[in-house]
């Protein structure tokens, strides 16, 4: 079974542009989370979608968001970038259940300059 | 909110040698998380526990969960230097409300 994709791989934006990152949850799983890594504050939970919704939300800016379509791929956008938005975004999917184990995809690597 | 401790932050050691790292939180988890990470790359699942008092042994790794389900450790035994790598724990809220609380990480270095 694959599992979960993202895509870009790497990217590089300048402040203020805006930024969509897709991800592919693997065959079958319904819910799909965001994460932010920095090196200073780790993983951080951004958002969660099952279902077409969101189901969970972290302490993120409205500048962070994101949907979730029919089959399951999510994208998440990010407006009006600031440096301190620059880390590596990861998605992660699971079958959907509460409080079931995730697993993650490669990340896109966000470079804000 | 919920926070984890990891510890140590950074550890290097010889190959052959054993390490434990630590996952604390005064937080009640409904499961325990355990993953190792390369540089560049996602997180990758080593195990999940989800018993007060749970052991699971894979290979060279043991990862244990505390009784009261507030901490876990993660040991290695003979470690050798393809278990280099960042080793992140990260717990499930009971509902599964806000997301994996993820700790700092364990930078481990294991030298030849």
């Known amino acids: 079974k694959a599992g979960v994709t993202q895509t870009p791989r790497y990217l590089i934006k300048t402040r203020g542009q805006q930024v969509t990152l897709s991800c592919s949850p693997i065959?079958?799983?319904?819910?799909v989370s965001w994460y932010q890594q920095t090196p200073g504050q780790g993983l951080q939970f951004l958002f969660e979608?099952?279902?077409?919704?969101?189901?969970n939300k972290g302490n993120f800016p409205g500048r962070f968001s994101g949907r979730q379509f029919s089959n399951s791929r999510s994208e998440m956008n990010v407006s009006t970038l600031e440096l301190g938005d620059s880390a590596l975004y990861l998605c992660?999917?699971?079958?959907?259940?509460?409080?079931?184990?995730?697993?993650f995809g490669p990340g896109t690597r966000l470079l804000v300059l | 909110t919920q926070l984890l401790e990891q510890s140590p932050q950074f550890l290097s050691i010889q190959e052959g040698e054993n390490l434990t790292v630590y996952c604390n939180s005064s937080?009640?988890?409904?499961?325990l998380q355990w993953y190792r990470q390369e540089p560049g790359e996602g997180p990758v699942l080593l195990v999940t526990?989800?018993?007060?008092?749970e052991v699971k042994k894979l290979k060279r790794l043991t990862f244990q969960f505390g009784d009261a389900r507030k901490d876990s450790s993660l040991h290695i035994t003979a470690a050798q230097p393809g278990d280099t790598g960042l080793y992140l724990c990260?717990?499930?809220?009971?509902?599964?409300?806000?997301?994996?609380?993820f700790g700092k990480g364990t930078h481990l270095i294991i030298q030849p």
């Open positions: 937080s009640v988890f409904s499961s």
């Open positions: 992660a999917s699971s079958l959907g259940a509460r409080g079931e184990t995730q697993y």
């Open positions: 979608y099952f279902s077409e919704t969101q189901r």
């Open positions: 990260a717990g499930a809220s009971w509902g599964g409300a806000d997301g994996l609380t």
């Open positions: 065959s079958g799983h319904r819910s």
């Open positions: 526990v989800v018993t007060g008092g």
